[in-house]
C-alpha cells in the first residue's frame, strides 16, 4: 500500500492521473476535501472516529490511515457524507436570481492589465463578497477608481458565473464535488479528478489554425477587403479598434459584398470549431501549452469550451445562458461512464520546462 506521503507528493506535483485508477489514492482526495476544522470534525462525530491529534495537518493523516484500513466501507462513508454537505450547499444557492444578477453586465472590457496585488484585493472584497450587482455598483462611487471598474465588474461576473456553471455539474449524480476547495480538483466524474476550466475558443488558436488552413490573417484580409470597398477606418488605431470598426461598418453598409466578407470569416471560424468538435484533443493539448506561465498547472482539466457561432466576441454572454449549458453538460455526464479513461490521456510540453507531462481532459463545447 502507497504512503500518505506519497500521494501528498504526487498531490503537490499537480500529478493526478494516477489517483483515478488507485482506490488508495481516491480516498487520500476525497479525505482531503474533507479536512476543514468544523468539516473534519462534524464527519468524525457522525461515524464514531476518534482522532487524537489536534492540528488540522495531523488529522489528516491520522483519519486517512484509519478509513485506509476499510478502503470500500470508507469510500462510502465519505461519499455519502459528501453528497449531503453538497445538497445543503446547492439548496443554499438562489440560482435564478444570481443569474438575473449576472444579465446586468452589458458589456465585457477588462480596461487593462493589474498586478497580482491588486487583483487579490479586489476579488476578495469586493468580487467574491457580493451577489448583488447594484451593491457592487455602488462601490464605485466611493471606494473603486474608475480604472478598475472593468476588471472588477469582469471578474464578478467569471466569478458568480462559475458558481452557477459548477452548480451544474454537482446537481447531476455522477459527480461527487469536493466539500472544501483542493488545489487542482474541484469534482469527480465517475471518480475521476477534475478541475473545471471555462473558456472560449481562443482568439490565437483560431490564428493558428488559419495560418494551418491556408486563410489569410483576419485583420489584414478586412483591411484589404475595406479598402476594395470604399469602407474608411481609422489606421493608427489598436488592432481590435480596427477589427471592430470595420466590421460594424460593413454591417452598416449592408451592401452584399460586404455580407460575404463578414460571412466568409464566420463560416471559416464554423469549419475550425468543427475540427475541434471532432478532435478535441487537439485543442486540449494547446490549451494547456498554451497556459500562462503565472497559472501553470500539469492537473487533470474539463474544457467548458462556449461559443456563439454569430458572435464569436459576445461568447462570454452565454456564462450565464443555463438554459443552453445545462442540457449540453448533462448530457455530458450521462454518457461520461461509457468513456474509457486512457481515452482522455494526453501528453504535453511546455516552453521552458524540460519534462513532458500527462494529463486526463476532455472538452465540453457549448455552441450558439
Not at 490549451?287 to 498547472?297: A, V
Amino acid at each position: 500500500m502507497k504512503s500518505f506521503d506519497y500521494w501528498k507528493n504526487l498531490h503537490e506535483s499537480e500529478k493526478l492521473e494516477e489517483f483515478s485508477s488507485d482506490t488508495q489514492g481516491l480516498l487520500w482526495l476525497k479525505v482531503k476535501s474533507i479536512v476543514r476544522k468544523e468539516i473534519i470534525s462534524e464527519f468524525v462525530s457522525e461515524n464514531k472516529i476518534e482522532l487524537k491529534e489536534t492540528s488540522l495537518n495531523g488529522q489528516f493523516l491520522e483519519l486517512y490511515n484509519h478509513l485506509s484500513m476499510n478502503p470500500v466501507q470508507s469510500h462510502n462513508l465519505l461519499d455519502k457524507y459528501i453528497e449531503k454537505k453538497n445538497k445543503s450547499l446547492l439548496a443554499a444557492l438562489d440560482t435564478k436570481k444570481l443569474v438575473s444578477e449576472l444579465y446586468k453586465l452589458k458589456t465585457f472590457d477588462w480596461g487593462g492589465d493589474y498586478q497580482n496585488s491588486l487583483d487579490k484585493y479586489l476579488v476578495s472584497r469586493y468580487v467574491k463578497a457580493l451577489q448583488s450587482y447594484d451593491a457592487l455598483v455602488s462601490k464605485f462611487e466611493t471606494e473603486i477608481s474608475t480604472a478598475v471598474q472593468g476588471y472588477v465588474l469582469n471578474s464578478w461576473y467569471n466569478h458568480w458565473s462559475s458558481i452557477l456553471i459548477e452548480h451544474i455539474f454537482k446537481s447531476h449524480e455522477a459527480v461527487l464535488p469536493t466539500v472544501g476547495q483542493i488545489k487542482h480538483v474541484d469534482f469527480f466524474i465517475s471518480n475521476v479528478p477534475f478541475d473545471l476550466k471555462v473558456t472560449y475558443l481562443p482568439a490565437e488558436y483560431i490564428k493558428a489554425k488559419r495560418n494551418e488552413l491556408g486563410f489569410p490573417v483576419e485583420i489584414t484580409y478586412l483591411k484589404a477587403k475595406a479598402r476594395e470597398l470604399e469602407i474608411d477606418f481609422d489606421r493608427n488605431a489598436k488592432q481590435t479598434g480596427i477589427y471592430y470598426e470595420i466590421i460594424e461598418k460593413m454591417k452598416d453598409k449592408g451592401t452584399e459584398e460586404c455580407k460575404n466578407v463578414i460571412e466568409t470569416l464566420k463560416n471559416e471560424k464554423v469549419q475550425i470549431l468543427k475540427e475541434a468538435q471532432q478532435n478535441p484533443h487537439i485543442l486540449a493539448k494547446w490549451l494547456y501549452e498554451n497556459q500562462g506561465e503565472m497559472r501553470f498547472g500539469s492537473e487533470n482539466r474539463l474544457f467548458l469550451v462556449l461559443v456563439d457561432t454569430e458572435d464569436f466576441t459576445g461568447s462570454w454572454k452565454l456564462k450565464r445562458n443555463m438554459d443552453l449549458m445545462k442540457p449540453v453538460i448533462n448530457n455530458y455526464l450521462d454518457n461520461f461512464a461509457k468513456k474509457k479513461v486512457s481515452d482522455l490521456k494526453i501528453a504535453f510540453n511546455y516552453k521552458g520546462k524540460p519534462q513532458t507531462f500527462t494529463a486526463l481532459t476532455d472538452i465540453v463545447f457549448v455552441v450558439k
